[in-house]
């Protein structure tokens, strides 16, 4: 039966309704009069396109924002959510798309952090000396992360200092944030962005738990897989408005996707079978340390040529990232030799790397890929801004930096398609879509492509498969890590599995199966997944 909007006198049946909601921003309409049902101890999914206004309503739901104007009600009752204070005194909790987290604390006192347990002793001065100073009980803390994370499964080393962490491992961290807290209504947003397939189903075991639990999740992703598998309920939105409600046992990806983008979308690429050329990347013995000075890549070996993807596969923190950022030239290898086009970048600087024709899409866009306070045109003319057709004499050349800039954001459709606004000030899809559209449009020889469509919805991450598979075409040699194995499978012509620094193995994508895949990303060879011995 179809979604039944509630009558007013119903309202306390839900835990959230968000009525009437407007929400503008300078030269953007981010809400048009949404309308949100989300029922008691259910998983209620919200999809939609980058830009369609699923975060920035729940940001308001969360008290980041503020509603220009509409109503809140939780558990039927209105409700002034301000800032996240109050969200959370109402019992709201929230895991944000980008990590909301402070770099060089541990992993558990990010997680105590405004709510930390202070030290206790039989010694009743102590006790009161305690309260009176505010004595933090670092050791209260570890102890109680660690029942959380053992009680939801979610690993991570209590003592490790974010800075120091993968991507995966910071979001898992978010995760227990949020569950630390013990809110009644959660909201994810894109929360498996960075996790395995096996991640991803252990975070769905711990949904359905807090559902039995009688808890509330609100669940914005763009894996529409991931819709059909754990919600109740789906919310679609487009160009700030509501376009559907549907019980998820009545709807399908294709059709969820159809309501998102308003039109047929493909959801496998497409791609004919193309020879290589000659090898455009040499990585031969290549060794590199993390942040902690260990050993992240050992001794890893392997050939890209022109015309192939060559998907690497992996869960988060066993290399990849190091490796990528070493051939880029951000961060300096311990052995090995790197070779761009037969010649040695081993130790050359990144402006080196990039004039030899290789083009990186960073995973961590903010680090490495854009500056937030930059306009939308500056940080597509970044990394050729020194020189024509963006600069001449030194001098930076804004008329064909504007027009450069408005002909890819509108191509990649970047949205707003505004290129004198903060970089920052776009939603996390739409600074991803203005990366590429600058590193695709540098015409490289060879691309190291890191996370390419993280955060981005149904549409643009076909767009974005399409152009790779048309580079591929035109004899451009992509190196491409991901976390999502649907991607790899689907764009790669090659595939190597990653563990522990080292590769367990080569396969091509129509000769292995995801759950052989997912057992090679665990640490088991090639050989031993075929039960094949590996002594020679």
Not at 205 to 222: D, E, P, S, Y
């Amino acid at each position: 039966m179809p979604f039944k909007i509630p009558d007013a006198n119903e309202y306390d049946k839900y835990a959230v309704v968000m009525k009437g909601i407007v929400k503008k921003f300078p030269k953007v309409l981010a809400n048009d009069n949404v309308d949100l049902y989300v029922k008691k101890g259910e998983i209620h999914a919200i999809v939609g396109e980058n830009g369609a206004g699923k975060s920035t309503l729940m940001n308001q739901l969360y008290g980041l924002y503020n509603a220009d104007s509409g109503t809140i009600l939780i558990d039927g009752e209105a409700k002034d959510i301000s800032n996240p204070r109050d969200a959370i005194n109402v019992g709201i909790g929230m895991v944000h798309q980008h990590f909301m987290l402070v770099g060089p604390l541990t992993v558990a006192e990010n997680i105590v952090l405004g709510n930390e347990p202070l030290v206790s002793s039989e010694n009743k001065f102590l006790n009161s000396l305690a309260r009176t100073a505010d004595l933090f009980s670092l050791k209260k803390a570890r102890k109680e992360v660690k029942r959380i994370s053992d009680e939801y499964g979610l690993e991570v080393d209590v003592d490790a200092k974010i800075e120091d962490l993968p991507v995966g491992t910071q979001q898992r961290v978010e995760i227990l944030k949020t569950l630390y807290r013990g809110a009644e209504i959660l909201i994810l947003d894109e929360p498996t962005a960075v996790l395995t397939p096996q991640e991803t189903e252990e975070l769905f075991v711990v949904l359905r738990n807090l559902q039995k639990a009688g808890k509330t999740v609100i669940f914005i992703t763009h894996k529409l897989n991931e819709v059909i598998s754990v919600s109740n309920n789906v919310t679609v939105m487009r160009l700030g408005k509501v376009t559907g409600r549907i019980p998820t046992n009545e709807t399908s990806p294709k059709e969820l996707a159809n309501m998102m983008v308003g039109r047929e979308v493909l959801l496998r690429v497409k791609k004919d079978v193309h020879m290589p050329k000659e090898v455009v990347l040499d990585v031969d013995e290549l060794s590199v340390k993390d942040n902690r000075h260990l050993m992240a890549v050992d001794k890893i070996s392997f050939k890209l040529r022109k015309g192939e993807i060559l998907g690497i596969a992996g869960v988060a923190g066993n290399g990849q990232t190091e490796l990528i950022e070493s051939i880029a030239g951000l961060r300096k290898s311990e052995s090995g030799k790197v070779t761009l086009k037969d010649v040695d970048i081993t130790s050359s600087a990144p402006r080196e790397i990039r004039e030899l024709g290789l083009s990186h899409i960073a995973e961590d866009r903010f680090k490495y890929a854009m500056v937030k306070e930059f306009s939308v045109a500056y940080n597509i003319a970044l990394g050729r801004h020194y020189r024509a057709p963006f600069a001449s004499s030194g001098l930076l050349k804004g008329k064909d930096i504007d027009e450069i800039s408005k002909k890819l954001i509108k191509q990649y459709d970047v949205r707003p398609q505004e290129i004198h606004i903060e970089g920052g000030s776009l939603s996390g899809g739409n600074q991803q879509k203005m990366v590429v559209a600058r590193e695709i449009d540098y015409e490289p020889d060879c691309m190291l492509v890191a996370q390419p469509t993280r955060g981005l919805d149904i549409g643009a991450i076909e767009f974005i498969h399409k152009t790779m598979v048309e580079l591929r075409d035109n004899d451009v040699g992509i190196l491409l890590v991901s976390m999502e194995l649907e991607e790899i499978f689907s764009l790669s012509d090659r595939i190597m599995v990653m563990y522990e620094g080292r590769f367990m193995g080569e396969v091509k994508p129509d000769e292995i199966s995801l759950e052989e895949i997912g057992l090679m990303m665990a640490g088991s060879t090639l050989n031993e997944v075929r039960g094949i011995s590996d002594e020679k």
